[in-house]
């Protein structure tokens, strides 16, 4: 027959409780923290009997009254008694949980990172985009539910909420990561001879890298390689239809065969 005995630990006290004109005792934990409840072997239980004589002298009174109670028929059962300690552990800075949430730091772009970004707006010589999501990246903990793709889509219009899922309450508050892609970084050739017009317009998604953490406002990013560049856009600066690549400078909207020029990313 398995028993478990029970004694005192750290932070607990055993105290009598009158209950229905009965004396009860009972462990009761003097500290406020978690409670750990662990099996003491037979040579550690005896060198805690000498330092605790007190506890252990009360346990004995416990043990002895259970012992009182037994019948005829229980005295003939071999009883197997472990000895079980209850302690209190007190809760402190170190001991407690951290409750803060490191996965948006984790998130934040970097040197080389590969990000998905919304055109803002163009000029002669750059194009000012929003970093939407950094690439290989934990997805949101709600999956989108709740603010993908139900939420107001932010101002300048594009593509992102029709194409696909990204987290649209930032952009809705204007407190996403804001980037530059210049002119001498849109390819790695013929880099005097590119135009920003001809390359990207206001609403496209395009796929790039960061080169560098910028000017301490905009990351500087680059689509100088076959696989970076614009992955979604839509014709007439987001009013027509969505336009597929056809090569490495054009996009083509299939139904009605209008064609826009790109920095298209890997068409085939």
């Known amino acids: 027959m398995l028993s478990n005995r029970y004694i005192c630990g750290h932070g607990t006290k055993l105290l009598d409780y009158k209950y229905n004109g009965m004396s009860i005792k009972a462990l009761t934990a003097t500290l406020l923290g978690d409670v750990s409840v662990e099996e003491v072997k037979e040579g550690t239980q005896d060198d805690e009997s000498e330092s605790n004589g007190e506890e252990t002298e009360k346990d004995k009174e416990i043990d002895n009254d259970s012992n009182n109670e037994e019948t005829p028929t229980d005295s003939k059962i071999d009883r197997i008694v472990k000895t079980v300690k209850v302690s209190v552990i007190q809760e402190t800075k170190s001991s407690k949980k951290s409750l803060v949430d490191d996965n948006f730091a984790n998130n934040l772009p970097k040197e080389g990172d590969i990000v998905l970004t919304r055109v803002t707006r163009i000029s002669l010589q750059r194009a000012n985009v929003e970093i939407l999501a950094v690439e290989n990246a934990n997805v949101p903990v709600d999956s989108g539910v709740g603010s993908n793709g139900s939420g107001i889509v932010a101002a300048g219009g594009g593509s992102g909420a029709a194409t696909f899922s990204v987290s649209q309450v930032s952009s809705d508050l204007g407190e996403t990561f804001r980037g530059l892609i210049r002119s001498q970084d849109v390819r ?39 696989d970076l560049g614009v992955v979604f856009a839509r014709a007439a600066n987001g009013a027509g239809g969505l336009m597929y690549a056809t090569d490495w400078q054009t996009m083509t909207v299939p139904s009605t065969g209008l064609t826009e020029k790109r920095k298209c990313a890997k068409p085939l």
């Open 188 to 226: 790695a050739t013929e880099r005097d001879r590119v135009k920003i017009m001809d390359c990207f317009k206001p609403g496209d998604i395009v796929r790039a890298q960061v080169l560098s953490l910028g000017d301490g406002t905009n990351y500087y990013l680059t689509t100088a390689r076959n």
